[in-house]
């Protein structure tokens, strides 16, 4: 039997003529019906096809039907794909109409990669009423701070009342926890109306523990060959998994296609096993790219391993995508911040070598032994673009993962937070922020899953074991300190109070002047595309030097430590470009950030690097220098040098 055109070669889909065509890969069946809801409900027959898919034409079913297949004339089962579960993953599927919305973004041009500013967020989180509506609200903000691409958590349909993402198992329906399918459409269509992308985070590797009801239609969805840390991976490379390999890459394209997203996210990407001749991650993004043309779009993978095939071209034996975010900086961040390394943060040290090697190479670990691992760790980054890396200071995994859900602003003092986050965000790497980060959250943003009871006392048991590994937490007492993720409170505390924006203006100022340099300057904007270099300048102070087309080049002077005294200096990449004198352009010291204000480090006397900060130095034409009094406090008069510490009297 011919079949009709279809978007997407599963799913029910409506048809001109009236009806609707629905098609099921379910080759464990002998017979399979639609069961469409009604009174009276009523059955069709499906007919089969070879390669055990089912399919047929439905006249009685519209927009808005309610369904379900009902197997071998036994039990029925949500459609598995689903666009739409109207009473969660173990209620009917719905007929959608993806043509009846009528999208406003006709003149959006897409997104590359190089240029954006991610900013990552779960909706059920981002606004205390936790929808696409109230979301939609906050995008003018975003948009104002300096972010372009919004990255959305994965919001396909899950079981019970709140989850982080991860557990989703309806992965073409978008959870009605958030809203109608058109809902999350008119959040993409006003996000474009303001300039800014859609990325969203799938999940290719597993699905949740509870309403998957895919081997009710086969075995064969998934395989034991391989093991992940929450369950039975996808079979992408077995016997029958060429559907399998079918109903993700038709994924990926409904996505593009039917929700005009500027992209995808890829969950631990190590956890999709595939030994075939090409890899179901290039599959997919070339699927979605041809679905999106001649929209460009970004696909940004998180791999643990730091395989960087991933971002290489296929013609070079890569993957083709566009991104991996870059564990390596946060890592290393996280030890500057916080003086711990332990657990999975044991093979950083937070110095200055390591934030000067992470600008320049991306990964830290390209084959070297990782003795947290056992085992070496990372592959090659040469010839990368530097936007290839995407960098952050946190992120939804690392926030929860301290147990507290603590953000890094609270974990270390100002002048560090101010420091990196500079660092961060005017680096070479394509930088993300995490929900909140723009005002300083006083937020949690904890792990949360509401399981049934079961499964959320294994998901509990879980949790504590896997925080066992942080010396830091695991202390005496410490367990009854752990929220459980299955305590609808726990979910609540997470919501974001976008009020914190006007009671912590200085942050939020921050965030805006550091990405408008970013956004503007003239040689930082290149992210490095002219070369960027630096070199260690004490314990704990080290310089970045952008380089311009014209000789106009950027130092970026960090220093997390101490107050340092740099002299003599001999380090070139400390040397004004010929016949020119260095300025500072901006500063973390500023008082519109809290700082006490900023004087010029390089001196007569050598380099005077104020302690827990960042100053972005550019070149002038400048004055003559004249020798003197390196604090120009001093020179003026204003401050007299004293040994009394307990001040005017």
């Known amino acids: 039997m011919p079949l009709p055109d279809r978007r997407l070669p599963i799913g029910a889909e409506l048809v001109p003529s009236g009806g609707a065509h629905f098609r099921v890969w379910a080759p464990r069946r002998r017979t399979v019906e639609v069961a469409l809801e009604g009174s009276p409900a009523r059955t069709f027959a499906l007919e089969r096809e070879d390669g055990g898919y089912f399919s047929g034409p439905v006249a009685e079913a519209h927009a808005g039907s309610l369904y379900k297949y009902r197997l071998d004339g036994g039990e029925s089962f949500p459609d598995p794909a689903s666009r739409f579960q109207p009473r969660g993953p173990h209620g009917p599927s719905e007929v959608v109409d993806p043509s009846a919305y009528r999208w406003r973004d006709g003149e959006w041009k897409g997104v590359s990669l190089a240029g954006q500013v991610l900013y990552e967020m779960h909706v059920g989180t981002f606004t205390p009423e936790g929808t696409w509506d109230s979301a939609r609200l906050e995008l003018g903000a975003l948009r104002d701070v300096g972010v372009t691409v919004l990255e959305v958590m994965p919001i396909a349909d899950f079981a019970g009342c709140f989850d982080w993402g991860y ?115 290039t599959a997919l993004a070339r699927a979605a790219r041809s679905a999106a043309r001649p929209r460009p779009i970004i696909v940004v993978a998180e791999n643990e391993p730091q395989d960087t095939r991933l971002v290489r071209p296929p013609e070079e034996g890569g993957y083709g995508l566009d991104g991996l975010w870059n564990d390596d900086f946060h890592h290393s961040a ?84 101010r420091a990196l986050t500079a660092l961060m965000l005017l680096g070479p790497g394509t930088p993300m922020l995490f929900q909140g980060e723009e005002h300083t959250s006083s937020r949690p943003f904890l792990y949360f899953a509401d399981h049934q009871p079961d499964i959320a006392n294994a998901v509990r048991d879980g949790r504590r074991d896997f925080l066992k590994q942080f010396r830091s937490i695991a202390l005496p007492d410490w367990e009854g300190c752990l929220p459980d993720p299955a305590d609808a409170g726990t979910f609540e505390r997470c919501r974001l109070d976008h009020s914190e924006r006007e009671r912590h203006p200085e942050a939020w100022a921050l965030h805006r002047d550091l990405l408008r340099v970013r956004r503007e300057d003239s040689v930082l904007s290149l992210q490095g595309r002219h070369g960027v270099d630096g070199a260690v300048l004490g314990a704990q102070a080290f310089v970045i030097r952008f380089f311009g087309p014209e000789g106009d080049d950027r130092l970026l002077v960090v220093n997390l430590g101490l107050d340092a005294y740099v002299t003599p200096a001999p380090e070139p990449l400390l040397a004004p470009p010929p016949g020119r004198l260095w300025s500072v352009r901006w500063s973390t010291e500023s008082r519109a950030y809290g700082g006490c204000g900023t004087f010029p480090p390089d001196s007569v006397d050598g380099w005077r690097l104020p302690g827990e900060a960042a100053i972005l130095l550019a070149p002038d034409a400048g004055a003559e220098e004249v020798p003197g009094e390196p604090w120009p406090e001093l020179a003026k008069g204003r401050l007299r040098r004293s040994t009394d510490t307990k001040g005017p009297r």
Not at 180 to 189: E, I, L, N, Q, S
Request: with cysteine; glycine share 10%.
């Open 167 to 281: 557990d989703d198992v309806d992965l073409y329906a978008p959870t009605l926890l958030y809203g109608t399918p058109d809902a999350f459409r008119g959040f993409v269509d006003d996000a474009h109306a303001h300039g800014l992308g859609v990325i969203l985070d799938v999940v290719y590797n597993h699905l949740g523990p509870d309403g998957n009801y895919l081997e009710q239609y086969s075995k064969s969805y998934f395989t034991t060959k391989y093991g992940t840390e929450w369950g039975e991976p996808f079979n992408y490379d077995g016997e029958d998994c060429a559907p399998v390999r079918e109903f993700i890459v038709a994924n990926a394209t409904c996505w593009i296609d039917e929700y005009h997203l500027d992209g995808l996210r890829l969950d631990a990407t190590q956890s999709m096993h595939d030994h075939s001749p090409e890899h179901v991650i």
């Open 334 to 417: 996280m030890v500057a911040l916080t003086g711990h390394n332990e657990a999975y943060y044991s093979d950083y040290a937070g110095g200055p070598q390591e934030f000067v090697s992470a600008l320049k190479y991306g990964y830290l670990y390209q084959g070297q032994r990782f003795r947290w691992q056992g085992k070496r760790r990372g592959t090659p980054s040469y010839g990368l673009p530097r936007p290839a890396f995407v960098t952050f200071i946190q992120n939804h995994d690392q926030v929860a993962n301290s147990a507290r859900g603590q953000r890094v602003h609270a974990l270390t003092s100002p002048g560090r937070w």
